[in-house]
């Protein structure tokens, strides 16, 4: 007799949001044709949360998105409120969905008597009852393996190249790497615009402060080009401000900073404001408000990239097809966030 019964039954999808960025995750559920399901959340007076459902979730597939921001620890925490809200509820699966995954910095060791922070995350939402996760550009992509079950890795890619794709002249436009670790993902931006050249910086991190790193000299030609520099994320924009001041020095004619993920900390904004960039494009993973949008930022849309995975997920297709660009009913008409 066969284990496997014939027919499927009727799958229902449910898409919840935690408190940071409910917005991002209506604009998710427009690209899905779908609503997100309502819930009573709430702090009491020492800090502690409370989250309900207001509709009964047994039985669906269930999407809980939340975005790692500002209070990137009060955040957390609520997902991972919700995850087990969802599993008392007998959701037929959890997924949880952070565009942005807090403490993904902290993927290994550098001295001794450190934590591994990024793995601890992910043990937290697997002993809270995710069973998959669904994120978009890791800090380092081997992070994947340390979630015991499915991670669906996404890249920002095909949104930002989309963009950038007619805002560039191919003959005079290199892709710069802010740094070794980056070169994999760069040569891949070089190849999808046409094999344009490629450069590096070299630079020291020290490892005793945070957000610090030293810029020593460029491998490639950068002189008299339109520079491309690509990143996962831009913090405080110390690193990153300091890529565009040694390019300028090597005679770059314009340097263009893009990063999936717009963190914009501390005196981030101030830095990019003088750093002399001619634009700086990223996408919404977390919000970004007015008040930190300069006149040379644009800010894309990352819903309909995470629309596209969740509805993959949910019908068990492939994932790996949206490397190649997004499904055409998942482009949207305004790319802005």
């Not at 014939?6 to 559920?29: C, F, S």
Request: charged residues 25%; negative net charge.
């Amino acid at each position: 007799m066969s284990a496997i019964l014939e027919g499927h039954p009727d799958k229902r999808l449910a898409l919840v949001t935690g408190r940071a960025y409910p917005e991002q995750a209506e604009e998710t559920a427009h690209f899905l044709g779908t609503e997100v399901l309502k819930t009573t959340a709430y702090d009491f007076a020492n800090g502690e949360m409370y989250v309900r459902f207001t509709e009964p979730v047994r039985g669906s597939d269930i999407f809980i998105m939340q975005a790692h921001a500002n209070d990137i620890n009060k955040w957390i925490m609520e997902q991972l409120i919700m995850i087990d809200a969802a599993k008392r509820a007998s959701a037929r699966s959890i997924t949880v969905v952070a565009p942005f995954l807090g403490y993904s910095r902290q993927d290994k060791k550098h001295q001794g008597r450190e934590p591994i922070t990024a793995r601890l995350i992910f043990n937290l939402f697997r002993a809270a009852g995710a069973d998959r996760v669904i994120t978009v550009d890791l800090h380092a992509a081997q992070e994947q393996g340390f979630f015991n079950g499915p991670v669906d890795h996404l890249t920002a890619m095909p949104v930002l190249i989309d963009y950038m794709r007619n805002r560039i002249e191919p003959e005079n436009t290199t892709i710069v790497s802010p740094d070794a670790g980056r070169i994999k993902v760069s040569e891949q931006w070089a190849a999808k615009l046409g094999g344009l050249p490629l450069a590096f910086i070299h630079k020291s991190r020290d490892i005793t402060r945070p957000n610090h790193a030293v810029a020593h000299g460029i491998i490639g030609e950068v002189e008299g080009r339109d520079c491309i520099v690509i990143d996962d994320m831009i913090d405080t924009a110390g690193t990153i401000c300091e890529a565009v001041r040694t390019l300028h020095e090597k005679g770059a004619k314009s340097v263009t900073l893009v990063a999936t993920h717009g963190l914009f900390s501390g005196p981030a904004i101030e830095r990019l404001k003088e750093c002399g960039a001619k634009e700086i494009v990223v996408t919404d993973t977390v919000p970004i408000p007015e008040e930190k949008r300069l006149d040379n930022m644009t800010v894309l849309s990352i819903a309909p990239l995470l629309a596209a995975g969740i509805r993959s997920v949910f019908e068990a297709s492939s994932v790996t097809n949206l490397l190649n660009g997004l499904p055409e009913d998942m482009k949207p008409r305004n790319i802005y966030a």
